[in-house]
């Protein structure tokens, strides 16, 4: 049954696998929903492949012959034109380390053997979805710059024509009165811009020669618009210095520095007024005595680079952190918490018979379950320091910065009841007729002697330990 929307287009995958009867079926299950499929039997003639003509996904057997799939992935993840590729490791080998292993090299995913064609399928789709997703957003991005470069061209080219224009008749008057009698000409060209363009000259103390102030000489309506003040307001008020109170203090002193020196000053400000906010480009010149700038809103470029960093730290299916975000906020926390002698605890769930409610009520409930299963855990554990992430299939991990085995030994009991609450029917569990979890804990204060790799290790024991005793449970490790 062919389970992929119709209205999208499908992706190339290569399979690796040095089993040609696993290649045969894979092969034939994928394209049956419509994907365009090729094969390899080994690592080093998939590599050839890739570099000829590279997939959108990576299916990825981890045994076989003269490389494995961990080293073929680490190869293709240090390479800058296949390490975006997302691999799927599909394998027998059902150990934690195992998987461990295959996301520590780049792996985005997970597939133990013998798999769920529904599963399989569905982890593709989600893959390829974020992979496509990732790609517009990195398109918009670089659109958005482009057009920025041009608008960078346009306001050189329009002040090399102001430059030109102030060249030509200085020998007859004075800067600020060619600026005045100008302004009626120059007003009605900024008055077509959709970006806001205003100029400035210098009020200098009559004694020092420094400067005071600046005067509002030329103002569009776009700048009009973003202060939320009349024009009359604003041309040939000595104004300035009151506004950037209102925006930023320091740039005062920098558009006197721009001034002084010549030299430009190009950034980024975010503005909140009274009807309008949001993020801002602007590029400020030296023009005479006074400078010109010319503003642009960026708040949409400044929200679709947000939503790429979200959607690079985030699982697809729950919405908490994703593993590899996993692994560096946990290296991060762990320096931290070394330097300041503080515990750091861990705590790993599992879904108990997680797979039987698949088989029961069927993968859609299955996803379903995990949404709220990681929604209760979250409500329970958001605390500044904390990180709850998807480990991988119906485990999460949990991150405890400067918390000792005791505090995280209630949380742990709070997230159990937590669960329990959600009262989600389960009639193939052997331990109750709701969902529950079983959880391992891990604590220990970062050294130099110990490691990262004996707290995970430390509530994976402890993780299987609840597991051998019946599941439901909370079992501690004490490292």
């Known amino acids: ?126 893959q390829l979805i974020i992979q496509r997703q990732k790609r517009q957003l990195q398109a918009e991005i670089e659109y958005r710059q482009a057009q920025e470069e041009r608008l960078k061209v346009e306001i050189q080219h329009r002040l090399a024509k102001e ?21 009626a000409l120059i007003q009605s060209v900024l008055n077509t811009s959709m970006d806001g363009i205003a100029a400035f000259q210098a009020v200098r103390d009559t004694l020092t020669g420094q400067i005071i102030d600046f005067r509002c000489l030329v103002v569009n309506p ?134 039987a409610y698949n088989d029961t009520y069927g993968h859609l409930e299955g996803d379903d379950c995990l949404k709220k299963v990681a929604k209760a855990i979250e409500q329970v554990v958001q605390r500044p320091g904390n990180l709850l992430a998807r480990y991988g299939g119906e485990e999460f991990v949990i991150i405890l910065t400067q918390t000792n085995l005791l505090e995280a030994l209630q949380i742990a009991t709070e997230i159990q009841a937590s669960i329990q609450a959600l009262n989600i029917p389960h009639a193939q569990s052997q331990v109750s007729d709701l969902l529950t979890i079983s959880l391992g804990i891990s604590s220990l204060i970062p050294t130099k002697e110990n490691s990262i790799q004996v707290l995970i290790k430390g509530a994976d024991e402890a993780l299987y330990e609840a597991k051998q005793k019946g599941r439901n449970r909370i079992i501690t490790k004490v490292n």
């Open 222 to 355: 776009i700048i009009s618009q973003i202060l939320n003040k009349d024009r009359s307001n604003l041309m040939g008020k000595i104004i300035l210095k009151r506004l950037l109170k209102k925006i930023d203090v320091t740039l005062f002193e920098k558009f006197v520095h721009l001034v002084e020196t010549g030299i430009p000053l190009i950034d980024d400000i975010f503005y909140r007024g009274k009807n309008t906010q949001g993020w801002y480009h602007f590029i400020a010149v030296k023009l005479g005595d006074g400078f010109s700038i010319a503003i642009r809103d960026i708040t949409e470029r400044k929200q679709i680079e947000l939503d790429l960093s979200r959607w690079a730290k985030l699982d697809g299916l729950t919405g908490v952190a994703n593993r590899h975000y996993f692994d560096q906020f946990l290296n991060q926390e762990w320096l931290r918490n070394q330097q300041e002698k503080q515990p750091i605890s861990l705590i790993l769930c599992d879904v108990d018979y997680f797979k």
């Open 1 to 126: 049954m062919n389970i992929r929307p119709k209205k999208e287009q499908p992706g190339g995958i290569l399979i690796i696998d040095d089993k040609l009867e696993n290649l045969k079926v894979l092969s034939e299950i994928l394209k049956q929903q419509g994907y365009k499929i090729r094969q390899a039997v080994n690592g080093i003639s998939a590599l050839r492949a890739i570099q000829s003509f590279p997939p959108d996904l990576i299916l990825l057997d981890i045994k076989m012959p003269e490389m494995d799939g961990y080293e073929v992935c680490q190869k293709l993840k240090q390479d800058a034109q296949t390490q975006e590729i997302p691999i799927i490791f599909i394998s027998a080998l059902n150990e934690v380390w195992d998987k461990v292993k295959a996301f520590q090299v780049g792996g985005v995913d997970y597939i133990s053997k013998p798999f769920q064609v529904e599963e399989v399928i569905a982890r593709i789709e989600t």
């Open 163 to 183: 430059q030109q224009l102030k060249e030509e008749i200085i020998r007859r008057k004075e800067t600020e009165e060619i600026l005045y009698q100008s302004r």
